[in-house]
Each structure stands twice: as structure tokens, then as C-alpha cells.
């Protein structure tokens, strides 16, 4: 969900300075560039707010169907969203609206289920040179045809009337979404970053007609904050190639889209508490994640957000509780589909960081020894409890630790970590 801590070279932080070993704007190459930009649409679901056409009957009820499809969305509940969705294309076979929610939903679904959308993913360098998620045929299959009928639906549509602001919009949606596809579960890098500045191109454009269309504003206002960011030779390079960005302007697009109360208004606060953060006003970002999280309380990952920035902003006590909590509503069945892992681990952190080590190693020990398929995930538990073990000065338990951590994958940034401290005792840092 947090990915775009990625596009600023931004590391959790467990209320001790952690340096910042990624800094994914270090070589202003179109690759680099492609990676970094594109990863903006993957934590904007974005919604297309206006209905079109049909009769009354219908539209009611493809319109309370959408509404129930984007609160089980919102709820992780993937499988019930897809449901809705597909009752409400097959009621608007021609509506390419109705497919984007559809292919939101199937994508998530399947991010989801790798941890694609936790925050963690993101912050190590690994990811870029990753393998693509192996997805399934069946579903990469069904994603290229959603998106292939829905572009051309709105190709359509924009031959009649190319200043169509709501075709327009849509088919920036799905060029967004087919971005996000091409980068996770290809590794396309050049043609998601076509998508994705083409899906930029198609919203300016939405706003250029009609200032008023504030949805737009998402994607329009990430992008620019992003390629603001950059540094200065960087942008003046990428200038040349007609991306510009202005961060200033992102954040107050951001702000209007996340007040506006349209179907982005959520994905827009997800990217402003990220901006947020980077820019160290931390309170500012909890405030606007805080909502997320009152809006859709089911919601495991927007809780988890909530409770890793208060670690971010150094409030380490209140983590702590913040993600006890957490872990116990997830006991109680509060949070449909939760990866409990993901909290378990930053539970363990936020510990680590009040030097709260046993109950630390307790918390790691658990995110590895889990049933997940994140295995990039429990490697690193593995690797953190045997240094929690070696500072307790349990030098068996921490080899017994790193051993594991190298049993799940021997080739990684992970298990170089795991093999220096076989040789010799974690001693902090």
C-alpha cells in the first residue's frame, strides 16, 4: 500500500536513524527513471467518479453495486469487490468505467497476496531487480483483455469527440492501471513508463477542459510531486524529455483531490501521507492517514500505516500500542484477510527500537516462522532476530537465526547480511 516511499528514497525508521542506503534517483537513466515514476499508480486505485448513461434502473443499481464493490475494496475483501464489479460490467458490457474497477480489483487481489502492497517491499533495493510477482496465467491473461477492451471502448468514444473530458479520464485510468501491471508482473520498465506518463498526459488534459474535475488532480498531483523531487541535474535531464514536475503543486492537488470526497479522494491521502513523510512533517501525515483509517476500519493495511508513522515521527510508546492493538484485533477477526506477518514484523521493530529485545525477538520469530509466501519478508525476520539474539548475547539462538535466513534463499542482499554474522556476532549499530 506505501509503496511510493520507493519513487524518494525513503527507509522506515524505528525511532533510531536507520541510513538511507537506496536512493532510486542516483542514476538519471530512462530505466531509472521509468521504475520510479510508474510505481505511482500503483498505490492509486483510481476510481472514475461519473456515471454514464443507461436507464434509471440500471445506473441505480450498477451505482449501489459500485458503491459496495469500493467499500469491500477498501476492506481488502478482493473477492467480494470482484464480484460487484463483474455483476456491473455485465450489466455495461460497454462501459470501460465498469472494467477499470474490475481490473483494480483482480490486480490488487493478486498484489495483495504477495505483499506487493506493503511498504516494507519497497524499501530495499532488491525489489527493482526482482523477479516480476507470478502472477497467474489465468489472471495476466484476463488483465491484458480487461484493459485492451476498455482502451479500446474509450478509443471509441474519443474518435467522436477527442475533448470527451470523461473518456479522457477513463482511459487515463486504465493506462494507469496497465502501467502498474506492466512494472509489477513484467518488469516492462519502458512501456509501463509510456502508460504511466500517458495516463498523466490524458488527466492534465481532463483539467485543461475542466478545471473542475478534481479526481483528476490524483494522478496529475503524485506525478508532480515525484518529478519535482528529483534533483536538480536529474530534472533539468529529464526536462529535455518533456516530463516536468512541480512539488509544491503536487501537494496541493493531493490535498484538493483528498478533500474533495470523490472515488480517489482515499488513493490521494494514501500518496499524501507518503509525500508527507518524506517531508518530515509527520504529524501533518498521520493526521491525513488517520482518516483513511476512520473511513475504512477494516482495513489492515491503512491501521498498519497509521501505527508506522508514529514510529517514523519517533513516537515509539505510541507504536508500540499502536501495533499491540493491531495484532489483537487481528486475533479478534477485526480485519478480513490480514497479513498478520506485516504487522508482527513492524511490531518487532517498533520493540527493537525501545530496546524492548525479547519481546522483539518473540515478534521476528513469528513473521518468519509464518505460513507467508513473502519470503523476501521472513528472510529478513530471520536475519533481524539473530541480531536481537546476538545482542542478548545468545550466540546459538542467532546462528540458529541466520542459518535460517540463508536456508530460504542463499542469493540475496539478505543472506550476505546472514553470512557476515555467522562469522562473527551482530554488535549493533
Same mark, same amino acid.
Given at each position: 500500500?506505501s509503496?511510493?516511499?520507493?519513487?524518494?528514497?525513503?527507509?522506515?525508521?524505528?525511532? +533510531?536513524?536507520?541510513? $538511507?542506503?537506496?536512493? @532510486?534517483?542516483?542514476?538519471?537513466?530512462?530505466?531509472? =527513471?521509468?521504475? &520510479? *515514476? !510508474?510505481?505511482?499508480?500503483?498505490?492509486?486505485a483510481?476510481?472514475?467518479?461519473?456515471?454514464?448513461?443507461?436507464?434509471g434502473?440500471?445506473?441505480?443499481?450498477?451505482?449501489?453495486?459500485?458503491?459496495?464493490?469500493?467499500?469491500?475494496?477498501?476492506?481488502?475483501?478482493?473477492?467480494?469487490?470482484?464480484?460487484? +464489479?463483474?455483476?456491473? $460490467?455485465?450489466?455495461? @458490457?460497454?462501459?470501460?468505467?465498469?472494467?477499470?474497477? =474490475?481490473?483494480? &480489483? *483482480? !490486480?490488487?487481489?493478486?498484489?495483495?497476496?504477495?505483499?506487493?502492497?506493503?511498504?516494507?517491499?519497497?524499501?530495499?533495493?532488491?525489489?527493482?531487480?526482482?523477479?516480476?510477482?507470478?502472477?497467474?496465467?489465468?489472471?495476466?491473461?484476463?488483465?491484458?483483455?480487461?484493459?485492451?477492451?476498455?482502451?479500446?471502448?474509450?478509443?471509441?468514444?474519443?474518435?467522436?469527440?477527442?475533448?470527451?473530458v470523461?473518456?479522457?479520464?477513463?482511459?487515463?485510468?486504465?493506462?494507469?492501471?496497465?502501467?502498474?501491471?506492466?512494472?509489477?508482473?513484467?518488469?516492462?520498465?519502458?512501456?509501463?513508463?509510456?502508460?504511466?506518463?500517458?495516463?498523466?498526459?490524458?488527466?492534465?488534459?481532463?483539467?485543461?477542459?475542466?478545471?473542475?474535475?478534481?479526481?483528476?488532480?490524483?494522478?496529475?498531483?503524485?506525478?508532480?510531486?515525484?518529478?519535482?523531487?528529483?534533483?536538480?541535474?536529474?530534472?533539468?535531464?529529464?526536462?529535455?524529455?518533456?516530463?516536468?514536475?512541480?512539488?509544491?503543486?503536487?501537494?496541493?492537488?493531493?490535498?484538493?483531490?483528498?478533500?474533495?470526497?470523490?472515488?480517489?479522494?482515499?488513493?490521494?491521502?494514501?500518496a499524501?501521507?507518503?509525500?508527507?513523510?518524506?517531508?518530515?512533517?509527520?504529524?501533518?501525515?498521520?493526521?491525513?492517514?488517520?482518516?483513511?483509517?476512520?473511513?475504512?476500519?477494516?482495513?489492515?493495511?491503512?491501521?498498519?500505516?497509521?501505527?508506522?508513522?508514529?514510529?517514523?515521527?519517533?513516537?515509539?510508546?505510541?507504536?508500540?500500542?499502536?501495533?499491540?492493538?493491531?495484532?489483537?484485533?487481528?486475533?479478534?477477526?477485526?480485519?478480513?484477510?490480514?497479513?498478520?506477518?506485516?504487522?508482527?514484523?513492524a511490531?518487532?521493530?517498533?520493540?527493537?527500537?525501545?530496546?524492548?529485545?525479547?519481546?522483539?525477538?518473540?515478534?521476528?520469530?513469528?513473521?518468519?516462522?509464518?505460513?507467508?509466501?513473502?519470503?523476501?519478508?521472513?528472510?529478513?525476520?530471520?536475519?533481524?532476530?539473530?541480531?536481537?539474539?546476538?545482542?542478548?548475547t545468545?550466540?546459538?539462538?542467532?546462528?540458529?537465526?541466520?542459518?535460517?535466513?540463508?536456508?530460504l534463499?542463499?542469493?540475496?542482499?539478505?543472506?550476505?547480511?546472514?553470512?557476515?554474522?555467522?562469522?562473527?556476532?551482530?554488535?549493533?549499530?
Open positions: 500500500m509503496v511510493l516511499q520507493l519513487l524518494l528514497g525513503v527507509r522506515n525508521r524505528v525511532n +533510531f536513524l536507520i541510513p $538511507v542506503y537506496m536512493t @532510486p534517483y542516483h542514476c538519471p537513466t530512462a530505466p531509472g =527513471l521509468g521504475k &520510479s *515514476i !510508474l510505481l505511482v499508480t500503483l498505490v492509486i483510481l476510481g472514475v467518479n461519473p456515471a454514464w448513461g443507461g436507464s434502473a440500471t445506473a441505480s443499481a450498477s451505482d449501489a453495486l459500485t458503491k459496495s464493490g469500493f467499500e469491500h475494496f477498501y476492506s481488502l475483501e478482493y473477492d467480494q469487490a470482484i464480484q460487484d +464489479f463483474q455483476k456491473v $460490467v455485465d450489466a455495461n @458490457p460497454d462501459d470501460p468505467k465498469a472494467l477499470n474497477h =474490475l481490473i483494480e &480489483s *483482480i !490486480l490488487f487481489r493478486e498484489l495483495y497476496k504477495y505483499d506487493a502492497l506493503d511498504t516494507s517491499l519497497y524499501t530495499h533495493e532488491s525489489f527493482l531487480n526482482s523477479k516480476q510477482i507470478p502472477l497467474d496465467a489465468k489472471f495476466k491473461n484476463q488483465i491484458i483483455q480487461l484493459t485492451d477492451k476498455a482502451l479500446a471502448l474509450s478509443e471509441k468514444r474519443l474518435r467522436s469527440n477527442r475533448n470527451d470523461e473518456a479522457l479520464y477513463v482511459q487515463g485510468t486504465t493506462k494507469g492501471l496497465r502501467s502498474t501491471y506492466l512494472a509489477l508482473a513484467e518488469h516492462s520498465w519502458f512501456a509501463a513508463l509510456r502508460s504511466a506518463l500517458s495516463a498523466r498526459g490524458d488527466h492534465e488534459q481532463v483539467l485543461r477542459l475542466r478545471p473542475s474535475y478534481v479526481d483528476a488532480k490524483t494522478l496529475v498531483g503524485a506525478h508532480n510531486y515525484v518529478v519535482g523531487s528529483l534533483s536538480t541535474p536529474v530534472k533539468v535531464l529529464v526536462g529535455v524529455t518533456g516530463i516536468h514536475g512541480d512539488k509544491n503543486k503536487g501537494l496541493e492537488y493531493l490535498f484538493e483531490a483528498a478533500k474533495a470526497g470523490g472515488e480517489s479522494s482515499a488513493d490521494a491521502r494514501v499524501l501521507g507518503l509525500f508527507l513523510r518524506r517531508e518530515q512533517r509527520f504529524q501533518d501525515a498521520i493526521n491525513v492517514v488517520h482518516v483513511l483509517v476512520q473511513d475504512h476500519p477494516r482495513n489492515f493495511l491503512f491501521a498498519l500505516e497509521e501505527a508506522n508513522l508514529m514510529k517514523d515521527a519517533g513516537k515509539g510508546p505510541d507504536a508500540v500500542n499502536a501495533l499491540r492493538a493491531l495484532l489483537n484485533r487481528c486475533k479478534e477477526g477485526k480485519y478480513p484477510g490480514a497479513h498478520v506477518e506485516l504487522g508482527q514484523y511490531f518487532a521493530e517498533a520493540l527493537r527500537g525501545q530496546n524492548q529485545l525479547q519481546e522483539a525477538f518473540a515478534a521476528y520469530s513469528s513473521a518468519a516462522n509464518s505460513n507467508s509466501i513473502n519470503q523476501e519478508l521472513r528472510q529478513r525476520a530471520f536475519v533481524a532476530a539473530g541480531q536481537v539474539s546476538d545482542l542478548l545468545r550466540r546459538e539462538e542467532a546462528v540458529k537465526q541466520y542459518r535460517a535466513a540463508l536456508a534463499d542463499s542469493s540475496t542482499n539478505e543472506a550476505e547480511i546472514a553470512r557476515h554474522y555467522l562469522s562473527r556476532p551482530y554488535k549493533g549499530r
